[in-house]
Each structure stands twice: as C-alpha cells, then as structure tokens.
T-cell receptor, first 112, second 113 residues
Framework: GDSVTQMEGPVTLSEEAFLTINCTYTATGYPSLFWYVQYPGEGLQLLLKATKADDKGSNKGFEATYRKETTSFHLEKGSVQVSDSAVYFCALSDGNNNDMRFGAGTRLTVKP | GAVVSQHPSWVICKSGTSVKIECRSLDFQATTMFWYRQFPKQSLMLMATSNEGSKATYEQGVEKDKFLINHASLTLSTLTVTSAHPEDSSFYIC?????????FGEGSWLTVV
C-alpha cells in the first residue's frame, strides 16, 4: 500500500541555518503530497502541498517540490527561525483527501 | 483559534477501564471525521472513519469492539477505548474536513497504567 518514509529526527539547528527534511513516498497512483506542522500544544496544520509532479508548494519560507522521478517531497527552508521549532510531518493522499498516510514526523529545534 | 477541538488533551486511566475522547468541529459541520493514532517514533495511522448517522468504517487490524466510535451529531465524534490496556497507550488525533481543507484536533495523550 501507499506509504511515506521521512527523515528521522530530532534535528537541531542554529537560527538562520538551512533546513532540509527528507521525505520519500511509495504509491500506486498519483497521490497529492503534503507537509504538516505541529507546534507545541497545537493541532496539525497544513504547511504546504503539491498535487502533481513538478509542482512546488511553498509557505512561510518553506518549499517542497513534488519529484516523481525520485518519489520525493523534501522540505527546505533557507533560513530557519526559533519560531520554526515544531514537529513536521510528510503525508500523502490518494487524491480524494479522505485517506492520509503520514511519515513518522521530524522534530526540529532551532536555537538562537 | 482551534477549528477542531479535541478533549481531553491528556488522560491517565487504569487498566481495564474505558476512556472517551471527544472531537468537535467548531463553526462548521462535519459529516465525516477521522481518527488516527501514533505510537512513539512511528507514523500517524488511520484507525477509522467516523460517519454521522451511520457506523464507522474501521481500518484493517483495528478492533471495532475495542475502539468504539460514535458520530451522533454533525459536530461531534467520540472515540471510546474500552477495557484499556497499557499497549493502548498512545497519541490519538482526529481530523475533520471543511470543503477541501483538513483540520486536525490538538490530539489526546492516553496513558494506561
């Protein structure tokens, strides 16, 4: 079945460092891909998404490109801030958004 | 503010007892809600789909008699873990859809002692 493999954490960076969190997927069809973020004490929030190959999702300085050839959707940010400290989840959907498959989550801590 | 509210955030119960977790959609109606659980360092796993006015649909391997789901109104779904055991200790989270947007609750940490 469909699945998502996500880079294990935790990840600790200094402020203004470059961030990459790797995510690869396995799917039989053409899924939509998502990055969710969970700040401490809050629910999951959609960070960005891409619905087809070569699409780039972006939000709050974060970017991820849907790479069909490498079945990847790596999350990047050029300069992280302390406020970016959270757990990040990569996820895929079979297309109707009714069945999400999540990665294990990567905890990011950004130090000043 | 929260669009989907989940309660309680933390619960500790004794082995053999039952515990109920509520998931409420605020300011919108959700005919379908979803329940997930997450073991430490593992993915969120879909447990079941909660359908308002009808029986829930369970994923393979999830015991329907152990994880009772009731979706009695368009804004409330409840998950009851019956006869809880320590291996049921986990993070449970619900989600609801408003149009094409998915909202997640804050999650509930269950510890069975």
């Amino acid at each position: 079945g469909d699945s998502v493999t996500q880079m294990e954490g935790p990840v600790t960076l200094s402020e203004e460092a470059f961030l990459t969190i790797n995510c690869t997927y396995t799917a039989t069809g053409y899924p939509s891909l998502f990055w969710y973020v969970q700040y401490p004490g809050e629910g999951l929030q959609l960070l960005l998404k891409a619905t087809k190959a070569d699409d780039k999702g972006s939000n709050k300085g974060f970017e991820a490109t849907y790479r069909k050839e490498t079945t990847s959707f790596h999350l990047e940010k050029g300069s992280v801030q302390v406020s970016d400290s959270a757990v990040y989840f990569c996820a895929l959907s079979d297309g109707n958004n009714n069945d999400m498959r999540f990665g294990a989550g990567t905890r990011l801590t950004v130090k000043p | 503010g929260a669009v989907v509210s989940q309660h309680p955030s933390w619960v500790i119960c004794k082995s053999g007892t039952s515990v109920k977790i509520e998931c409420r959609s605020l300011d919108f109606q959700a005919t379908t809600m979803f329940w997930y659980r997450q073991f430490p360092k593992q993915s969120l796993m879909l447990m079941a789909t909660s359908n308002e006015g009808s029986k829930a649909t369970y994923e393979q391997g999830v015991e329907k008699d152990k994880f009772l789901i009731n979706h009695a109104s368009l804004t409330l779904s409840t998950l009851t873990v019956t006869s809880a055991h320590p291996e049921d200790s986990s993070f449970y989270i619900c989600s609801a859809h408003q149009g094409s947007t998915i909202y997640f609750g804050e999650g509930s940490w269950l510890t069975v002692v």
